[in-house]
């Protein structure tokens, strides 16, 4: 297992790139199994979990050319297994992404049924319901989970409302549906950039899908999908992650390729703790942290509230404000894990439920650390960019699943940071 070994308190500087969104290259991937035709996508993050998602599509029996490192060139005109396996379900939970388009397209679809995950339990209940409302059989056989559309072959479309918003339920029922008879209509739909995203991607595939971005989306289904062009848009989490890199350094950062309009919440939040941001254009972002870092509470909501995937980082950053705030993470029941860490780091936090009360600043140390998932490693690596000392991170794979040559980007901007290899110890290499 690798490690990243940071030397901290260097401000960084510079330009730094922002790749495609990772969970939007996801459900766009999965999209490409409603057509026979080829999808080309473009801006693809060179990520694992891309990697990952690839190969689920290769087992079900697409094939993908990668003619250009991140664009895609997806056919699925022989798909001869319908099922995600556990052995994938188990290491990305994206996977069950597979299971709407299979659904509609073949009529039905296999999928593992996702334990528990660092983050929480995450069942995938809200998708089921909504397939059973699409006239699905949903059945549990052995931890797999078994749909079969009604006996034409075809899901009907149908109204109804989620209960929680859920971004890959709303993304899993947008391609089912895409694909049914007649017309559906989702309430309580979750709003976030990714959803927005897919809908282009499918409504230039030929679906009819309104309303993508607010809560309620109207997709009047069609009875076949075909090829299309599309390019991901900007990871929103990895542009709110350098911002914070920026803001925690005392240092500038231009960053390029990016949305700001995606991460509104983010960049309203940052600016209240006292850091400067100023919207260069719409797609290049400029931070400043200006060494007056103040606290200010924080809670995560669904989109286009304060995003649960940029908790962790924002911690971070509160750790070094004057004052005491309160995190609250409303998402996910056990989003908390990078805490211990920040604490064995000098950090002041206490948890209490689904509250962490953050009192600053601290002059955090450096320390050996492990990572415990994505947005948690991308933490660690904040902490480490601002502590005295040097950080060792273990288990960085978690980080190599979300964000595209972190190591190669934060270095080009200054930051002291090395990937070690694990099984060549002595050699220090530069991230491909
Ligand atoms: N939930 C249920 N039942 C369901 C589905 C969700 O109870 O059937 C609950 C979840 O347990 C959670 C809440 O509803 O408490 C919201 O979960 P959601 O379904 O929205 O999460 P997700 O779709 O599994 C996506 C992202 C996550 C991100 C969340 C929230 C992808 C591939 N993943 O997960 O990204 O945290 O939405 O915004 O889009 C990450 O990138 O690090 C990451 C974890």
Redesign the pocket.
């Given at each position: 297992m690798d490690k990243f070994l940071i030397r901290g308190g260097q401000p960084l500087r510079g330009r730094i790139e922002i790749s495609g969104a990772?969970?939007s290259a996801?459900?766009c991937l999965a999209a490409a199994l409603l057509t026979p035709e080829t999808v080309i996508l473009h801006n693809v993050p060179y990520v694992k979990?891309l990697i990952t998602q690839r190969r689920l599509l290769e087992d079900l029996g697409a094939t993908v050319l990668t003619p250009e490192l991140r664009t895609h060139k997806i056919t699925a005109n022989h798909v001869e297994v319908f099922e995600a396996p556990y052995e994938l379900v188990k290491t990305m939970?994206?996977s069950v992404?597979a299971l709407g388009p299979l659904l509609a397209r073949f009529g039905q679809a296999k999928v593992s049924l996702p334990g528990g995950c660092a983050?929480?339990?995450?069942?995938?209940?809200?998708?089921?319901k909504a397939f059973e409302q699409l006239g699905a059989t949903v059945s549990l056989e052995s931890g797999d989970v078994i749909a079969r559309a009604p006996a034409s072959g075809r899901l009907i479309g149908n109204e109804f409302e989620f209960e929680?918003?859920?971004?890959?339920?709303t993304?899993n029922v947008m391609m089912a549906a895409s694909l049914a008879k007649g017309k559906t209509v989702i309430r309580n739909a979750?709003m976030?950039p990714?959803i927005e995203d897919l809908a282009a991607l499918l409504n230039k595939m030929g679906a009819r899908i309104k309303g993508a971005g607010t809560p309620v989306i109207e997709i009047d289904g069609v009875e076949q999908l075909g090829g299309a062009e599309h390019t991901i848009i900007p990871d929103r989490?990895e542009t709110g992650t350098f911002a914070v890199a920026a803001a925690i350094t005392g240092g500038e950062l231009e960053i390029k390729n990016c949305n700001p309009a995606h991460l509104t919440a983010v960049i309203e939040k940052l600016r209240e703790a006292g850091v400067i941001v100023d919207e260069l254009n719409q797609s290049t972002l400029h931070v400043r942290g200006t060494g007056d870092l103040l606290a200010r509470d924080v809670t995560t909501e669904?989109?286009p509230k304060f995003?649960?995937?940029m908790q962790a980082q924002y911690m971070v950053l509160m750790t070094q404000a004057q004052g005491t705030c309160t995190v609250t993470e409303t998402?996910?029941?056990n989003r908390f894990m990078h805490v211990g860490e920040l604490i064995r780091m000098g950090a002041d936090i206490h948890i209490s439920g689904n509250h962490a009360v953050v009192t600053g600043p601290r002059q955090l140390t450096g320390a050996k650390v492990i990572a415990s998932?994505?947005?948690a490693s991308a933490s660690l690596v904040l902490a480490g960019l601002c502590a005295n000392g040097e950080t060792l991170i273990d288990r960085v794979y978690h980080i190599d699943r979300?964000y595209e040559a972190i190591v190669r980007k934060l270095r080009s901007v200054g930051a002291m940071i090395d990937r070690i290899k694990e099984n060549l110890p002595e050699t220090v290499s530069a991230e491909s």
């Open positions: 990772k969970n996801l459900p979990d939970r994206a992404l983050i929480g339990t995450r069942p995938i209940d809200l998708h089921l929680k918003v859920t971004v890959t339920g993304e979750a976030e990714e989490i669904p989109h995003p649960t995937d998402i996910f029941e998932d994505l947005r979300g």
